[in-house]
């Protein structure tokens, strides 16, 4: 049974920092593109970034661009989002995706969803 575990969510002031991750298990996903979503209160749910199985291909949402940073270690079945220079809108919940399509991932039609963990930025 797949399953998908972030952790790494908290409570931060503005222009800090937080390091979301993401332990995949029930397979292995190193053929799998992984990403990451966000949902805020009373908002949809929106795509924040997405990594290719090889790690070559990277997509971010713009409102995050230069400020957070996607990553993966295949053997660990890890996925990670840096996220720098936190700001007030950035509050949300965020959650992992994975598929074994890339094009899935970014669209937000993955195959398999984490539960979420909060961020909160205060400002």
């Known amino acids: 049974q797949v399953q998908l575990v972030e952790s790494g969510g908290g409570l931060v002031q503005a222009g800090g920092s937080l390091r979301l991750s993401c332990a995949a298990s029930g397979r292995t996903f190193s053929r799998y593109a992984m990403g990451w979503f966000r949902q805020a209160p009373g908002k949809e749910r929106e795509f924040v970034a997405g990594?290719?199985?090889?790690?070559?291909?990277?997509a971010y949402t713009d409102s995050v661009k230069g400020r957070f940073t996607i990553s993966r270690d295949s053997f660990k079945n890890k996925v990670y989002l840096q996220m720098n220079s936190l700001k007030p809108e950035d509050t949300a919940v965020y959650y992992c995706?994975?598929?074994?399509?890339?094009?899935?991932?970014?669209?937000?039609?993955?195959?398999?969803w984490g539960q979420g963990t909060q961020v909160t930025v205060s400002s």
């Open positions: 995706a994975v598929d074994e399509l890339y094009r899935m991932v970014v669209s937000g039609r993955s195959s398999y």
């Open positions: 990594i290719n199985w090889s790690g070559d291909n990277i």
